[in-house]
């Protein structure tokens, strides 16, 4: 680990994306946990005689179409899409990983299967199947998950799949069969833990994919529902004011582009860290 | 096999390997309007329909019979061109699509056109310059455009060239004023050209540029990260040595040696672009107001149209696995080797 972290300080990019990503996962966890109570106002609090009123001291964001305090219902909103992208994630990591682990190494009709299975979701562009799961099982933050959880499993069975075929046929596996240890013990003690640990690496990637496709999702409408402080939602909500009160849409969104940054760059220098090509640098 | 008859076995085979995958695909769209809604018939029928319209829609999509019967004939409705009438606008669904596909795959060539003349010379200048500060900008660059939200795009451009300065038009594809150019393609661009009409040309062009502005910002990073990538490949070869050993400047050792082998993989690259390109469109398009698929796609999540969305679902699919297939074909073409698999 010493070699990552080396790696990663000369990449100051990264971290700095990794700092960012940090520092918005803590507020997230802060927000969650302490509630509205340290934000400086109350993000459901609407007073229409403070309404679009444009970034100052008193409102550091501005106030919406509703007088509602931007800033506080940009902070309150960011456990929102934290908890989405981790769920998903990591769901899908579990099941999807799991799921291509076994194809990848009992081989044969379950690979077969589940690679076709795979080929299909695939076909689809994500953000397209997530619209449809979402609309057919109705808008809210659960569904909003669920949607994006039946598109990002296949890319997590694909991968396990392909990093169990790689174990599947190495030294390693074979000293274990050569033991004589069942099948079952194989997979759960030793092709899992090896096939999950490097989809890791990816998932943090991954993370920065799904707020997005979360927050379009959102924007459409297919989120989390008003009065919930959705940043996606937020940007669609101030869509019809943007000439006169341009901040209700642009520092939501600004608040996405900024995580999302963070995330890429974050899991872009993880991912060159552990490339082996790169590390003999 | 070389030469043409490995060409066309390839895209038989490829052609082929994709009707599993369509299947599948029909398979899926069938299951979620079927299975996962809990209540096909009232989708159908429309939300505020009366009970003896939704027993109506009932019995004509055979809602009361087994799955596989009923996937028969939605699989034969698909096929014969019946995707169904939009519960919300009374329209016929396909029609629809039809109507509003142009206005897409125009904003799609467009924006296609303009991320290729900004991404490829930047990918090509930072692999020559490669690891100096103009590397690590476009880099970076690139990366920034690539997880920018559509929707800050498109209401940033919105915001400057439309509103502070009123450049560009905030929305629509056309002036209301001008009258249309004789229809050729139902490509409006096109269209002016091919009737010599400058004054459709100009609003055509007028009210495309910030829409495909902000869908091309969107996807050069990728062009560009790809287009580097690829050059850097190409300029380590063996053949890029010798001709700098042959004592060629290096600009045509680069234009016409690097980059034509280069672009094999942009132009799979660009293929696999469109599938990006489509989910950014359906956000830009209708904050725009462009009338295409992807405004069409959101104005019936809004109005929860849901025989509507999945029309649009099957559209957007169908093109991109058309797209993926044909920079298959594309990449067979440019790159004799592969037909040999």
Redesign the interface.
């Known amino acids: 680990m010493r070699l990552t972290g080396a790696f990663l300080l000369r990449n100051k ?1 990264s971290l700095a994306g990794g700092i960012i990503a940090a520092a918005y996962l803590l507020l997230a966890v802060i927000v969650a946990l302490a509630g509205e109570h340290m934000l400086p106002y109350n993000p459901y609090a609407q007073n229409f005689g403070q309404a679009l009123l444009p970034p100052s001291a008193i409102h550091l964001f501005g106030t919406d179409d509703l007088g509602r305090d931007i800033f506080s219902r940009v902070i309150a909103g960011a456990p929102i899409d934290a908890q989405i992208a981790f769920v998903v994630v990591l769901v899908s990591l579990a099941l999807g990983g799991t799921l291509g682990a076994f194809a990848g190494y009992f081989g044969g009709v379950i690979e077969d299967v589940v690679m ?2 795979t ?3 695939l ?7 997530a ?3 979402a ?3 109705g808008p809210g933050l659960i569904n909003s998950m669920m949607a994006l959880l039946v598109v990002w499993w296949p890319w997590y069975a694909r991968i396990a799949r392909g990093e169990a075929l790689a174990i599947k046929n190495s030294q390693y596996m074979e000293a274990a069969r050569a033991a004589g240890l069942k099948n079952i013990k194989i997979v759960t003690r030793h092709v899992l833990p090896n096939t999950l640990m490097p989809l890791l690496v990816y998932a943090t990637l991954d993370i ?1 994919n799904v707020i ?2 979360g ?2 999702l959102s ?4 989120g989390a529902q008003p009065p919930q402080p959705e940043w ?1 939602r937020m ?2 909500d101030g ?1 019809d004011y ?2 006169g009160a ?1 901040w209700m ?2 520092l939501p ?2 608040a ?2 900024i995580v ?2 963070a995330f ?2 974050f899991g ?1 220098g993880l991912r060159d860290a552990f490339d082996p090509k790169l590390r003999r640098r | 096999m070389r030469g043409i008859l490995g060409l066309a076995r390839f895209c038989l085979k490829r052609v082929l390997s994709i009707i ?2 369509l299947i ?2 029909t ?3 069938f299951a ?2 079927r299975v ?3 209540d096909p018939a009232r989708a159908w029928a429309g939300l505020h329909a009366s009970q003896a319209t939704v027993e109506a829609i009932a019995n004509r999509y055979h809602l009361h019979d087994p799955l596989y019967v009923q996937y028969f004939y939605y699989l034969r409705d698909l096929l014969s061109g019946d995707w169904g009438v939009s519960p919300v606008s009374g329209q016929s669904i396909l029609e629809n699509l039809d109507g509003f596909f142009p206005a897409t795959f125009e904003l799609a060539i467009v924006s296609i056109i303009i991320a290729s003349a900004l991404g490829i010379p930047l990918g090509v200048y930072a692999a020559v310059h490669q690891d100096k500060s103009v590397d690590h900008a476009a880099r ?1 660059f690139s ?2 455009t ?7 795009m498109a ?2 451009l ?2 400057f060239f439309s ?1 502070w300065i009123a450049l560009f038009p905030s929305g629509g594809r056309y002036s209301p004023f001008i009258p249309m150019p004789t229809h050729y393609t139902g490509l409006l661009i096109l269209d002016s050209i091919l009737s010599g009409n400058i004054e459709a040309l100009g609003s055509a062009l007028i009210h495309v540029a910030l829409p495909a502005l902000s869908l091309a910002l969107l996807t050069f990073g990728l062009i560009t990260r790809l287009t580097r990538s690829s050059m850097l490949e190409v300029l380590r070869q063996d053949y890029v040595r010798t001709a700098r050993a042959k004592g060629l400047v290096e600009r045509v050792v680069i234009f016409k040696h690097a980059l034509r082998n280069g672009m094999t993989s942009v132009v799979t690259v660009l293929a696999l672009l469109f ?2 390109m ?2 950014g469109a ?2 830009i398009e ?2 725009f107001n462009w009338p295409g698929i992807g405004r069409y ?2 104005q019936s ?2 109005a ?1 149209d ?1 025989p509507a ?2 029309g ?2 099957l559209v ?2 169908l093109v ?2 058309t797209v993926n297939l044909l920079a298959d074909i594309a990449y067979a073409i440019l790159d004799p080797r592969i037909r040999l698999d």
């Open positions: 990019l076709r299975v080929d299909v979701f076909a689809f562009p994500a953000l397209v199947l619209m449809a799961v609309i057919a099982i920065s997005l496709t927050s379009i924007f459409i409408g297919l996606g940007v669609f869509q943007l000439s341009w849409s642009v969104a600004l996405i582009f999302v940054l890429s760059l872009d | 599993p995958v599948g695909v398979l899926l769209t979620i309007s996962v809604v809990p970076l990366l920034g690539y997880c920018a939200p559509p929707f800050l209401l940033l919105q915001l509103y599938a990006f489509l989910s359906i956000v209708y904050i796609a959101v999540i809004l929860l849901l969305v999945m649009t679902t957007f699919t991109v696995v």
